[in-house]
């Protein structure tokens, strides 16, 4: 297959991460592979191994509808001729549709979708206007069936509708040793019996970091030597950083900064946790930590229940409860409970959520879709199987 990706940038984020493993994978397995970001912003661009012709293609749109750059995206379509295109969230499907009518190619369309709760109601309006888009692609590939199910009712959905949750490379993402382990936590001032508890995250509002922040002094004020390793950077450092210095915990909270690989600091950790109030469909930094070994605790939206067995791998808790989240975390904060939980946590990734098992799953689909129509009983059809024939 002749394949072209399609995202909003490259700036290190699930849906990037997401596309780009899907790429790799499917051009180690001999497809013809094209990388093409919108907006400025290349940072995971290394990251990126494409083989047999593949390219990689910023558009450098200035605005939100540029044509200067959709015309960038006509050409390149032109050029390769590609059987489908996959565009990573609404945006990239907007800039795709319109594409694929210019340059009048009759290559497929799909969109993986990433998110659940539109957080406004500038959200909420724009969606209303990507429905039609959906409505008209060949196919939405969804990252969890709890997101699958929120989404179709709300008419977001397409001739064809598949769930395939987010995978990671279990080979990559293995427990670290004790030497790196020890390194880390030295490194940001954690003895052996600290409690740390890890976020892995862009330190944005709807992460809502400063929770985590909350649950280390209450913890610590119940005697439970709790400390936390926040993986990432943004705009809302400033306010972990004065909750903590507030809650006389400002030694206890560690900030990396952005990293690239974010390994060695989930090896420092104990517990990984997530306390976002919206927009977490199937946490990839989740099965990370997961495949490392590590024990987890989520707000429970999205996908989450379809990834953590309470009292199995780690818990749930309703977003925005802290008495929840500090009683599932104290619960952890004894060692044994959390190695096996860890243990269990890597098992269920092996499992259920690999890199290899997501990417079979892609080739399948994106096979079936490529294949050429045909037109039984006046329906249009795609692999055999007829879906949402009234949409």
Not at 3 to 12: H, R
Not at 161 to 183: L, P, Q, T
Not at 254 to 264: E, N, S, Y
Not at 315 to 341: C, I, N, W
Request: hydrophobic share 45%; with cysteine.
């Amino acid at each position: 297959m002749k394949l072209i990706f399609v995202t909003s940038n490259l700036i290190s984020g699930g849906c990037e991460r997401h596309a780009i493993s899907i790429m790799n994978r499917l051009g180690d397995r001999g497809h013809e592979c094209h990388a093409v970001f919108i907006k400025p912003g290349a940072d995971m661009v290394g990251d990126i191994r494409l083989r047999d012709g593949g390219t990689v293609t910023g558009l450098e749109a200035a605005r939100y509808l540029d044509r200067r750059a959709l015309a960038g995206l006509v050409a390149l379509i032109r050029r390769v001729a590609p059987d489908a295109l996959v565009a990573a969230n609404p945006y990239a499907l907007l800039y795709s549709t319109f594409a694929l009518r210019l340059a009048r190619s009759r290559a497929r369309l799909v969109v993986t979708y990433h998110s659940t709760l539109l957080s406004g109601v500038k959200d909420r309006l724009m969606m209303l206007g990507y429905r039609p888009l959906f409505w008209a692609a060949d196919c939405t590939i969804f990252v969890s069936s709890t997101q699958a199910r929120y989404s179709m009712q709300r008419g977001v959905l397409s001739r064809r509708n598949e769930v395939i949750h987010n995978g990671v490379d279990i080979e990559w993402y293995r427990a670290g040793d004790a030497a790196v382990r020890s390194a880390m936590r030295s490194r940001f001032g954690f003895a052996e019996g600290d409690y740390v508890l890890g976020l892995t995250a862009v330190l944005r509002p709807e992460k809502n970091p400063v929770q985590l922040v909350e649950a280390v002094a209450r913890l610590r004020a119940a005697g439970c030597p709790a400390r936390a390793l926040m993986i990432g950077d943004g705009d809302m450092r400033g306010a972990v950083e004065a909750r903590a210095r507030e809650l006389g915990v400002a030694g206890d909270i560690a900030i990396t900064g952005f990293q690239l690989d974010v390994r060695p600091y989930i090896a420092a950790c104990d517990t990984m946790v997530l306390c976002s109030t919206s927009v977490e469909t199937f946490s990839l930094a989740a099965l990370e930590a997961m495949a490392m070994g590590r024990p987890v605790v989520l707000s429970e939206l999205g996908g989450a229940a379809e990834m953590v067995f309470p009292g199995w791998n780690g818990y749930l808790f309703p977003p925005r409860d802290g008495e929840a989240l500090v009683r599932h975390l104290a619960v952890l904060a004894e060692r044994p409970v959390s190695t096996s939980m860890g243990r269990n946590a890597r098992r269920v990734v092996e499992s259920l959520f690999s890199e290899g098992k997501m990417v079979d799953r892609y080739e399948e689909v994106l096979t079936e879709l490529c294949r050429p129509r045909t037109r039984p009983g006046g329906l249009w059809t795609a692999g055999g199987r007829v879906n949402n024939p009234g949409v």
